[in-house]
């Protein structure tokens, strides 16, 4: 069977065209009206010089008219005066071939001024002039000869990183050669002192080494200089400046023994000693990068554009920008979600390990959450949308993200201060190594004092507790909590009693509405009165009468003079009537004189076990209503793997005795107290803190405000309205609670692991400093025995 003659798959008899007095084969319909649309361009000189067979052409993901939309435009369309310019990511180019098509085929279009591929990145940069065409059109032109165009993403973080990476490797490279060039010289410049050479060659070798050493020192050792420089201005004294120090010294005499013919030269130590040294600086380069994603824009990831539901067949295409609120969208099949909302098909598989940290794929079913961000799996499904832009969860993250990397753990900071002594020390110690050996040896002099720089640089210090704690929230992320204070995994290993909210933390906190007992009739609908009133709470038993008011929204109830009192419920003014929904005593408080002869004394007691809440007036009790919520599956056995690591647990709830009591036995906990209001925890734990406790608080991240503030550790449960407004300094991205233990054993393994860096750091230099003062160690050895200290240091960090 034939191949395909323009992607190279299987052709079939069926789809042939004759070009240039040949008949060709094609694959499929798609691959044929390509090769038509280059052949019949005059570019068929591509399928001569192409490396590979082109990709197969895919069908349009969109109508490429919502391209001309100016608010999609605006995110990616430069416009100035009547020019027009656009950068694109081109699916589908896999060699210049590619590209040299793409630049001919687009140039011939009337309008387009300009156009630049770069076949490496797969982008392409095209100029033209909007009155003369439009951008779709230039859209499905690229798609006509078998590419796949969509808006380039702003990937200005990408493009610093790889603008880092490369320069970088280029001043490693030239470290490298010159390091290799100057070994060969040095190497007949000391055979040479041993076979008698003659003062003009020895001259003219050294001139030479001198060449080839001084790009090295004037390139690829800057960023040694500048941050020594940097350090010095600011002072405080960094790694950086025996290192520079050692650099200048060894240059600089070995520059003058050059110019003067006399005493020695260095120029292989100085060589060797910046390749090691930018050697694993590149390698801890290469592992920061690995761990970068944190740092990514993650709002770049969701589409821009996305498809409104009219019914079950068709879909009109919308902007990202203009999407609302209760919307009905379309997410195809392998496309991520744009907006947080909820489940409108039967069933939708997702991949939320972006939001989350969970790697497996999730199965939702109709009503289920979906969050931005979130990849959709082989079937494309509805949803409905809850939030967009910047209250999604998504973006939430990002805010929270950008909060946590302001700040710097307190043990990296003493690290930089004892760093910062410690250079100090070296300064003074290289002085009087130096004095010694002047008198003992002036011609040993200059390099033991090499040797004692380098060898003792604290790089390896400096990097203990950093690259480590970096390990351990990578890590954290994968568990699905987000750290969002520095103390965290410092703080945690010193735990020993944990306070847990129910509601909305051992508890789903999606409630039901389970019954509604009335006592009394008023005008009106109580359930309704209650619905509007939960409308202005973020306690999650708000969610119960959320399709309540969606059935209500025709003729919503206005309230005025609403506010939530923290822990016992709600007030609001309806028709000059003051309501109040919560618990009894609170409500009880509103009744100024005699009760409605309707009401009896017992109407103020719960009519039996369960999660009751009254409505009221200020002539007593209208109707109690039952709500339910149903245990984390993740509840019982996180619960019991904290007891396991010796943590004392107490579960504080302001629901009944009764309901409290029932989930403790179900937990198999001792401790427990009902009725709590925000107070009283703020007092049951200040409490435990004054008896000498180290104290973690998980709760839900908004009622419990006061006592995750005043907690050592606090961890909320992540929503995306709670999630912006959290004071904790943890957020469980997930509703899996296995996360807390596993969290507290990470942060045990952390601080192992940086007690291990910094003793093998102290050790190190302990040995080495010694070996460098009585002149064992030259200073290329002092440079590789450096180097690797820091990267052992560094390895041992990455088995977090």
């Not at 604290?458 to 103390?487: D, E, F, K, Y």
């Not at 860096?757 to 460098?772: D, E, G, K, Q, S």
Request: with cysteine; hydrophobic share 45%.
């Amino acid at each position: 069977m034939s191949d395909c003659y323009h992607c190279g798959l299987p052709a079939q008899n069926d789809f042939s065209s004759v070009m240039a007095g040949e008949r060709r084969l094609f694959c499929c319909f798609g691959c044929r009206a390509a090769a038509e649309a280059i052949h019949c361009g005059g570019l068929q000189n591509y399928y001569a010089y192409r490396d590979k067979p082109a990709a197969k052409p895919e069908p349009a993901a969109s109508d490429f008219a919502i391209y001309d939309l100016p608010d999609v435009q605006r995110e990616f369309v430069i416009q100035e005066a009547e020019l027009c310019t656009a950068k694109l990511a081109v699916g589908g180019i896999s060699c210049a071939a590619c590209a040299w098509l793409i630049e001919n085929h687009l140039s011939g279009i009337d309008g387009v001024c300009q156009v630049r591929v770069n076949a490496t990145t797969r982008q392409v940069v095209v100029a033209w002039r909007k009155q003369q065409l439009k951008l779709s059109e230039i859209f499905n032109q690229l798609s006509i000869i078998g590419y796949q165009p969509s808006p380039a993403q702003n990937q200005e973080a990408q493009r610093q990183r790889q603008k880092e990476y490369n320069l970088a490797l280029m001043r490693l490279a030239v470290a490298g050669f010159g390091m290799m060039q100057v070994a060969m010289v040095a190497v007949a410049l000391y055979a040479g002192t041993e076979q008698g050479i003659s003062a003009q060659w020895q001259g003219l070798l050294r001139w030479v080494s001198l060449l080839i050493a001084t790009p090295i020192i004037m390139f690829s050792a800057q960023p040694f200089f500048n941050s020594a420089r940097r350090s010095l201005r600011q002072g405080h004294l960094n790694m950086d400046v025996p290192v520079s120090l050692a650099l200048l010294l060894a240059y600089s005499a070995s520059f003058w023994a050059t110019v003067t013919n006399t005493g020695e030269v260095y120029f292989d130590s100085v060589s060797m000693f910046t390749f090691f040294l930018l050697l694993g600086r590149f390698l801890e380069l290469r592992a920061r990068h690995s761990c970068a994603f944190e740092s990514e824009n993650l709002q770049q990831l969701l589409p821009r554009v996305v498809k409104i539901q009219r019914d079950e067949e068709t879909h009109a295409v919308l902007p990202l920008a203009a999407l609302q609120v209760a919307q009905q969208v379309w997410v195809d099949a392998g496309s991520v979600v744009p907006a947080d909302g909820v489940l409108s098909s039967e069933r939708a598989d997702l991949d939320e390990s972006l939001i989350t940290g969970e790697s497996e794929w999730q199965v939702k079913r109709a009503g289920h959450r979906v969050l931005a961000g979130s990849l959709a799996g082989d079937t494309g499904f509805a949803m409905r949308v809850t939030a967009v832009g910047g209250q999604t969860q998504l973006a939430a993250i990002e805010t929270l993200l950008t909060k946590a990397e302001l700040e710097k753990p307190r043990q990296v900071a003493l690290a930089d201060q004892v760093a910062g002594k410690f250079v100090a020390a070296i300064l003074a110690l290289a002085l009087g190594v130096a004095s010694f050996w002047w008198y003992r040896d002036p011609q040993q002099c200059l390099w033991v004092l090499l040797s004692v720089l380098v060898v003792t640089c604290p790089c390896a210090l400096s990097l203990a507790t950093p690259a480590a704690l970096t390990a351990g929230v990578n890590r954290s992320r994968q568990l699905g909590v987000m750290i969002l204070s520095s103390h965290v995994l410092e703080s945690l290993s010193k735990i020993d009693r944990v306070l847990i909210d129910k509601t909305g933390t051992l508890t789903e906190g999606a409630f039901s509405l389970r019954q509604c007992l009335p006592v009394r009739s008023i005008n009106g609908d109580p359930l309704a009165l209650v619905a509007a009133l939960e409308k202005h709470s973020r306690h999650p038993i708000a969610t119960a009468f959320a399709n309540i008011r969606r059935e209500n929204s025709a003729q919503p109830l206005s309230l005025s003079q609403v506010k939530s009192c923290s822990g016992l419920g709600l007030e609001g003014k309806l028709d000059g009537v003051r309501y109040r929904f919560g618990k009894p005593n609170f409500c009880r408080a509103l009744q100024a004189g005699p009760a409605n002869a309707d009401c009896g004394a017992g109407d103020w007691q719960y009519p039996g076990p369960g999660m009751w809440h009254l409505l009221a007036d200020s002539e007593g009790p209208i109707a109690w209503f039952e709500v339910s919520d149903e245990l984390r599956p993740s509840a019982a056995e996180a619960m019991q793997q904290l007891q396991q690591q010796g943590k004392s647990l107490l579960l504080l709830s302001g629901d009944r005795e009764h309901s409290v009591l029932a989930v403790a036995k179900r937990l198999n906990l001792s401790h427990w107290q009902a009725e709590a209001t925000p107070a009283s925890k703020l007092t049951q734990l200040t409490g435990h803190q004054q008896q000498g406790a180290r104290v973690l608080m998980i709760g839900d991240g908004i009622n419990d405000l006061p006592v995750l503030a005043a907690a050592d550790v606090s961890v909320a449960m992540g929503s995306a309205t709670q999630l912006a407004q959290t004071r904790a300094d943890a957020v469980l991205l997930t509703g899996d609670l296995h996360a807390i233990p596993k969290l507290i054993t990470l942060a045990f393994r952390v601080q192992r692991i940086i007690k291990q860096n910094i003793a093998w750091a102290l050790v190190y230099n302990m040995l080495a400093l010694p070996a460098a003062a009585a002149g064992y160690i030259p200073p290329w050895l002092a440079a590789i025995g450096m180097s690797l200290s820091s990267l052992a240091v560094v390895c041992n960090a990455m088995r977090v």
